[in-house]
């Protein structure tokens, strides 16, 4: 029931869009105890160090998630969402599960060009799998691209979920090509500390700078990140977020927790660091003072999945991942992310 007696004409505002498991048994374990070997001359060769897993254990937890993921697109397409959701829960976790889930329920608002496209089975080719030393991580990564996509190279991370390896993140580059990740002598990667500071920031404080730049325009902490193309995307949000409100409401970005904090980093070949990480915010579109009596906010197709009623004020909460690559030297550079709507009240 409405609030006034009043007639109240509605103003579409437009919404912005930002949207540009396999078991653990393969795990390889850290080198154990050994029997005592006889004394001889010469010292006992050392074993070579192990990767958190073996590579032909990461091909199979990436295959099994490509075979998983194209068995839950087909059930999205025959409109059986809910059991698509569940089935991919079983390889895929974290933020990339949080946007997927998000791709899910918004799938009845989409064009059928949209629906087919997303449901075109697809497969990772170029892969390069990526594997921390054991005991220095729990996680690993794959390089890739998908043969249903025209993007350019992706990072995919596997981590440990409720006792299985699962995808937990995955970001496309974007303008800039994903820099060469260091390998020792044995081919593994190495995990670097998320909360140890390279250059100018930590890869664990590099959301707050980003949200900075939709929030603020980047006057505060997002002062401190390069202007790369995503950099410059995000500060003109910033500056466009009043454009469609007609000038009878107001547009505010604000810092949002991500789902899934987990901040991954690698160690490049140039001594810099690869950091995939997680990023969110809200957007809040509110009717000004003089026209809240008379008018309300109509909800996108995809924001009425979440909340279909028309209202003075629109919240939005969009949950991201990102790729940055951090140097001693020079401001850290976002060079991927990537959004999706995943509510809105």
Known sequence: MRSTTKPRRHLAVLALSLTTAV?????????????????????????????????????????????????????????????????????????????????????????????????????????????????????????????????????????RVDGAYKMVASVYAESTPIPEVAVDRNGLATAIDPSRRVGALAPAGLAVAFEDLFETGGKHSGAQLASTRPAKESIGFYKDRNDNNGGKATTEFAYADPAHPKVYALKLKNGGVLAVFPTAHTVTRSLKGAYASTYEIDPSKAEAVYNPLSRDTIIDEQQGQALAVLTPSGKPQVIAREYRLVDSR
């Open 23 to 159: 078991t653990l048994a393969g795990c390889a374990s850290s080198s154990g105890s050994h029997a005592s070997q006889p004394r001889t001359s010469k010292a006992a060769s050392v074993p070579a160090p192990k990767g958190v897993v073996t590579e032909q254990f990461a091909e199979s937890a990436l295959s099994a998630y490509e075979k998983t993921n194209n068995k839950a697109n087909d059930l999205a397409s025959k409109a059986r969402t809910m059991q698509a959701r569940e089935l991919l829960r079983k390889v895929e976790g974290g933020q990339l599960n949080e946007q997927s889930q998000a791709d899910y329920a918004q799938w009845k608002t989409w064009s059928a060009k949209e629906k087919r496209d997303y449901g075109t089975p697809f497969f990772y080719t170029n892969r390069q799998y990526l594997l921390p030393r054991a005991g220095t991580a729990t996680w690993f990564a794959v390089l890739g691209k998908s043969s249903s996509s025209d993007k350019n190279e992706a990072l995919m991370i596997f981590d």
